[in-house]
């Protein structure tokens, strides 16, 4: 069963532009939500994580976005550069649970 | 600050043999856990510990299992191994709840 839906499975956005990627999530019990960003042979890096409290968190150009009752987060790269090429994966964990569990994965691209 | 650090880097073995994979955490961090990354797929949870302690195990069979030492540092056998056993295998440390710092990983090849 996969528990954490994400969307697209690739993306190609130009240099400069929003690159926005989504995660659905199944399970209620989910407490904490963090995306990761991995680039080729190296290990996931933690990019940013929301809790369920708050609708939105920025950290520099990273955004997420969080919807309760939707029950749907997403990731927003403002000013994307060819440096933020990587695979982004959204996760998600109970409270006081530190099983994260992941989505599929996006690959994203950023051309000049 | 050295992060989570694992060992070896790459390996290959063949079908049926065993393997084991070394983690040492983020210094201060008492907690590790052990992940599976198929090829295009995201990472799979395989075990947490907690002060040498289970706190919790993923839908592996009995052929994985794993260990916590006094320092911290933790260990992932893998038994009888297959070629679906081919992966990235991943560790990562907290002292917080929720946090999780990645180590590289260790590339397995099984043939």
């Known amino acids: 069963q996969q528990q954490v839906k994400q969307s697209p499975q690739s993306l190609i956005v130009q240099k400069g532009g929003i690159s926005i990627i989504n995660c659905a999530y199944e399970?209620?019990?989910?407490?904490?939500f963090p995306w990761y960003q991995q680039f080729p042979g190296k290990g996931p890096a933690l990019l940013i994580a929301?809790?369920?409290?708050?609708s939105e968190k920025k950290e520099g150009r990273f955004t997420i976005s969080f919807n309760k009752s939707a029950k749907q987060f997403s990731l927003h790269i403002m000013d994307s550069q060819p440096g933020d090429s990587a695979t982004y994966f959204c996760?998600?964990?109970?409270?006081?649970?530190?099983?994260?569990?992941f989505g599929t994965g996006t690959r994203l691209t950023i051309i000049p | 600050d050295a992060g989570v650090t694992q060992s070896p880097t790459h390996l290959i073995k063949t079908r049926g043999q065993h393997v084991t994979l070394r983690c040492s955490p983020i210094?201060?961090?008492?907690?590790v856990s052990w992940y599976q990354q198929v090829l295009g797929q995201g990472p799979q949870f395989i075990f947490q510990?907690?002060?040498?302690?289970?706190?919790g195990r993923g839908n592996f069979p009995d052929r994985f299992s794993a260990r916590q030492f006094p320092n911290y540092s933790s260990e992932l056998n893998v038994n009888a191994l297959l070629l679906g056993d081919s992966a990235l295998y991943l560790c990562?440390?907290?002292?917080?709840?929720?946090?999780?710092?990645f180590g590289p990983g260790t590339r397995l090849l099984v043939l």
């Open positions: 996760a998600a964990s109970r409270k006081g649970n530190e099983k994260l569990t």
């Open positions: 210094s201060g961090h008492k907690s």
């Open positions: 929301i809790r369920p409290d708050v």
């Open positions: 990562a440390s907290s002292s917080l709840v929720e946090t999780q710092y």
């Open positions: 399970n209620t019990a989910f407490d904490y």
């Open positions: 510990y907690y002060e040498k302690e289970e706190r």
